[in-house]
């Protein structure tokens, strides 16, 4: 098995970008979910009803800043610099209290991707937000502003499976970026394996096993036409539904830290059994 893709989101809910490489940081991997958008009382807002998030892309300058730019074109792009020594703001997100504010100008460019009055703000260090015991976390674990856990894993054998049952159906396949992955494995293994690694080497850095993906509704949103349907919610109600959720995807907790690289060996280290379907 290997690494057949790495991805980042460096803004909650807008677009994510390939990458050959990354770090794996306390908290996730470099770059990923480090920038939210927030409405006026300090909510956190998503692609789950906003979006026009996913027609927003970011891209990392590497001193903590961002370059913001619209997929059609219709904002000007921007230069978000670091901000340090900010003021923070108020927010509901799960585990965290505060972020750092970033610009006015930052400010007004998400106010017009939402439309409506809103603030990009910055987790400035990952260890002010704990991942939830809920979730597999130990005390003290650091977390980005991801949902619940540092690394969201997914395999191609899976991403295969869903399809052959949506297209049993006469639906259309989806691409694996509608789940937002940071980790894509290809490889000849079982749909659904990764169910059950409970410890995984990815290159020279290892993984525990957090928690099962839930999903969310963002999944059943096209990142192209911006439109929602039932699917594959529906679908995968139909084969990976068990306590009352839909689940795709394993949630990942650094065990130890340093770079990943496309192409990188998985070699999972302890395997639970399960009954899942596949």
């Given amino acids: 098995m290997r690494v057949a893709s790495l991805h980042?989101?460096?803004?909650k809910s807008?677009?994510?970008m390939a990458v050959e490489s990354t770090e794996v940081c306390p908290g996730g991997l470099r770059d990923d979910r480090r920038w939210m958008v927030v409405d006026a009382s300090g909510h956190k807002l998503t692609a789950r009803e906003r979006h026009r998030l996913l027609h927003a892309l970011p891209e990392p300058d590497g001193t903590g800043g961002l370059k913001l730019s619209y997929r059609d074109g219709s904002l000007p792009p921007l230069l978000v610099?670091?901000?340090?020594?900010?003021?923070?703001?108020?927010?509901?997100l799960s585990r965290l209290t505060t972020a750092t504010s970033s610009t006015p100008e930052a400010d007004a460019w998400v106010s017009e991707v939402v439309e409506e009055q809103a603030r990009l703000v910055r987790l400035d260090d990952p260890a002010r937000r704990p991942i939830g015991a809920s979730h597999g976390g130990l005390p003290g674990e650091p977390l980005s502003l991801a949902d619940a856990g540092p690394v969201h894993l997914a395999t191609e054998a899976s991403m295969a499976r869903l399809n052959d049952w949506l297209t049993a159906s006469d639906e259309s396949g989806i691409p694996i970026g509608r789940f937002r992955p940071n980790i894509v494995v290809a490889g000849d293994i079982e749909p659904f394996a990764e169910d059950a690694w409970r410890r995984v080497r990815i290159g020279g850095v290892t993984f525990?096993?957090?928690?099962?993906?839930?999903?969310?509704?963002?999944?059943?949103?096209?990142?192209?036409t911006l439109t929602g349907s039932k699917e594959p919610t529906r679908t995968l109600a139909r084969h990976r539904r068990w306590d009352g959720k839909v689940w795709f995807g394993i949630r990942l907790i650094p065990e130890t830290y340093g770079p990943l690289r496309s192409g990188d060996q998985i070699e999972p280290l302890e395997v639970a059994t399960v009954d899942s379907a596949s």
Avoid: Q, S
Wanted: net charge negative.
């Fill in 8 to 11: 980042v989101y460096p803004v």
């Fill in 14 to 16: 807008m677009a994510g």
């Fill in 81 to 92: 610099p670091r901000p340090d020594h900010a003021p923070d703001v108020a927010t509901d």
């Fill in 208 to 224: 525990r096993f957090g928690e099962h993906c839930d999903r969310c509704v963002l999944p059943t949103i096209d990142a192209d």
